[in-house]
């Protein structure tokens, strides 16, 4: 309906917000585009929107709002991310030791180096004067001295940043490798429900793009702070040596460029993570438009230019906010500097006085200017570290708050098992349950028993909660009232790890590995190193075998195309999925629509195998095809969350209620069918 209504409007440019009018057309695509891609849209359906061309002025007046934040509030902001910079530093080291120990030796090498120049340009310079007074060839042999050093450590210098940047380069890789393992790592931890919820996806996308480069750059702002805070005192030092309040001066005079650092900092940190949502659906438009699975609905529903559009639109928006605080910036830096420039004209027309009624040498001006200039630069650097310290540690700050979270369903330490069949069975006692984030409570006072050893089937309209049924099995979520029991065991004293090894389970969209045949099917047991007969045998029992065979390496054969593989077929990819489940012995098998994608042939071969492949396991059918569900010991019929039949498929025939009414809808469905084929 929704796509109808889109296609029906002349020119929805005029009419609609193009951000609000591509989140409906992604409607249309939620049958084809990968779950997690479909929920960062769908977080915004039902919150009023702004348009694009608008609220830009709003938003960036929200942001320059935090210019006008007392200085105590932004130093208590700076000393509150303070306790990460320890944390950054054992991340860094745990991942990068002997690394670490390379830069800051090189580092130390780097602060020291810029001291013994100066000294080495005063002594040129006194030696280059007396020369031209006197004539004194022992000043020119001395004055050719200071030049090799001087060159000699200019090479020194330069050798040494060289040697930086390769350090630099091997110890971000460790380091951004092991950042990416963690997040890897914890996003398998959490439970499921968190992908159920915008936030995670905002400090998720955070933790990945914002801060994923953040702990290297943290160290080497960290380091610059050091190393030119080692330089900034021997400056400060020299510059004592012609009048006290000689560094005074420098601190005053590169005061305004404190207030820029700090203020600007603040300001575009705030911008982006206002903008976190932005940036994560500009992401989403451009995996629609780029990405092969929405690649033919693209074409064939022209929606290409309303998602171009749709990304142009919140991309010149963010243009527009961030090209506005440049220039802010830029204004205000070209300020400060004049402030910093004017102070040192101030100091150099002192000391050229003092040249002149004969107080001081060249050589003397040489340094001083040498000293002044480079504690000037040196407070700058000094200042532009810190800034970048503070800024770093403001994003890492979204790292460590995404590694902080924790699951909400804790592996417990001892944790009850089950054998390698089930006893009593499942047993569902007043169960109640909403998803995280939903008003709508989907099973009320639930109660069902499925026994150990049997077949059953579910079956009903979509949203009855029959999918939910599976998930609390799985133990991806816990029930909000009641009691959930398999074997007479609480699965909240099951550790999910352990559960999920006696539960074999193929869903109604299975992942597409792009990996080769046999690995794609040894994915459903690979902790007990399956020999290549076994994955054979699963693939047989899936009626995947024969497809298998006709590939061009067979077992071996790389599967989608992402990497140059070969591409199957949706049915052909569901039965290397049901292999993939069929692999796994456990005592649990659920199979949610396990035929939807097949042919009539391929389903009939199916049914086949089928008994033979559950004796001795608990199984449990989640279907709309009642030819399916006939196989089933029992079948029990969902409408709204409650079963409102149960029975074997010749009692609910006769019982002639709902199941039946469907049963005789899909038979005349098919003889209609198998009368014309061409239809």
Known sequence: MICSRLCAKKSWKLSCNPVVEASRHSICLANRLAQVQVRLVAKDQNRPRLNPSTSSGHRLRDVLCTKGLPLYEKLSKAKAQLPYIPDTIRLIWAASRPWTIAWAFVLFLQGALPIALVFLSGAMADDLGSWVQSGDWAHYSRLLLWVALIVLLLLSIQSLNSLLRWVRTVQAELVQDNISDLIHAKA????????????????????RTDAYDRPVALLENVGSLLQNALTFLA????LLRFSWWLPIVLFIGMAPVLSVVTRFTLREYT??????????????????????????EM????????????????????????????RSQAVSELLAGAVAFLSMGLVMLWMVRRLVVGDATLGEVAILYQAFSQGQRLIQTLLGSAGQ???????????????????KQPALPVSRWLGRSLNSGI????????????????????????????????VGENGAGKSTLIKLICRFYDPDLGRLLIDGIDLREMNPVELWRSITVLFQEPVHYHEDAGRN??????????????????????????????????????????????????????????ARA??????????DEPTSAMDSWAEADWMSRFRGLAEGRTAILVTHRFTTAMQADIIHVMSGGRIIESGTHSELLEYDGKYALSWRQQMRLAEMAGANPNK
């Open 188 to 207: 398998i931890e959490l439970d499921l429900s968190f992908y159920d919820s915008p936030e995670y996806y905002d400090r998720l996308y955070r933790a």
């Open 235 to 238: 400056m400060a030092v020299i």
């Open 271 to 296: 911008w982006l993570n206002q903008n976190t949502e932005a940036r994560r659906r500009t992401s989403y438009f451009d995996w629609l438009l780029t990405d092969r699975e929405s690649a033919a």
């Open 299 to 326: 074409r064939l529903f022209s929606l290409g230019e309303v998602f171009r559009q749709a990304y142009q639109g919140i991309r010149k928006r963010l243009r527009t906010e961030r090209a506005v605080l440049a």
């Open 389 to 407: 310290v503070f800024r770093n540690i403001l994003f890492i700050e979204n790292l460590f708050e995404f590694l902080k979270l924790k699951p």
């Open 427 to 458: 047993c569902f006692e007043k169960v109640s349950f909403r998803y995280p984030g939903s008003e709508q409570t989907v099973l009320q006072d639930f109660n069902l028993t499925i026994p150990a050893g049997q077949i059953v089937a579910f």
């Open 521 to 578: 099917i040894a994915f459903g047991e690979l902790a007990s190193n399956p020999s290549e007969q076994r994955i054979m045998e699963a693939a047989r029992s899936a009626g995947a075998h024969d497809l298998i065979m006709r590939l061009p390496a067979r077992y071996e054969t790389l599967l989608g195309k992402w990497f140059g593989g070969a591409e199957l077929s949706t049915g052909e990819w569901q039965r290397l999925a049901l």
């Open 582 to 591: 069929f692999l796994r012995q456990s005592p649990i098998m659920i199979l």
